[in-house]
């Protein structure tokens, strides 16, 4: 089948594939954030089929010591107000938020809402307010969940007084997240 140049491919949506140290418990996490059932789940495996924004959203149980090269995750809204309804709807979920409002990051100011899943990897839910903010703008972005003592603090136990500044987005250092 032959493509001429100017074919266009229709994408249907895009597709993530996140290592998980547990299914089970990752699971458990992306039902409240995304407030969707799993579309499939097998041993070391589970799929969410989000319809907005539109993402193949695939869970591989693999055992890793260390956090991975991703930087963070994120979804970008339309408005404050939708920041501020992402989380509300996650903390009505249980899940922990922190919010960085009027921010400048990835030279924008943006308004900004954070979760942390049980593996260390942090989503956003974020508007631009303004791009193409100069390079000499100072990237206060990226605050991220402070590291808590393995022995002492389950993700499931992590609360707002547990948080801290650590790193920026700019310059992103590794996070781990208590076992």
Not at 62 to 83: N, P
Not at 113 to 132: C, H, K, M, S, Y
Request: glycine letters at 6%; charged letters at 25%; hydrophobic letters at 35%.
């Amino acid at each position: 089948m032959e493509s001429k140049a100017n074919d266009q491919v229709r994408a249907l949506k895009a597709h993530l594939a996140l290592n998980v140290r547990s299914v089970d418990q990752s699971i458990g996490f992306y039902q409240k954030m995304l407030g969707i059932e799993p579309s499939k789940v097998r041993p070391g495996y589970a799929k969410f089929d989000v319809q907005n924004p539109p993402l193949n959203l695939t869970l591989n149980e693999v055992a890793f010591k260390e956090r991975g090269a991703l930087s963070h995750l994120g979804i970008q809204v339309g408005s404050t107000a939708d920041v501020l309804a992402m989380r509300q709807k996650w903390e009505a979920a249980g899940l922990v938020t922190r919010d960085e409002m009027q921010t400048n990051c990835c030279y924008a100011t943006q308004d900004k809402t954070w979760v942390r899943d049980p593996d260390g990897n942090e989503w956003e839910a974020f508007v631009v307010l303004q791009d193409n903010l100069p390079e000499t703008a100072a990237c206060e972005c990226g605050t991220r969940f402070a590291e808590t003592e393995p022995e002492t603090v389950s993700h499931d136990t992590v609360t707002k007084a547990s948080l801290q500044a650590s790193t920026s987005c700019c310059a992103p250092e590794p996070l781990s997240i208590a076992r």
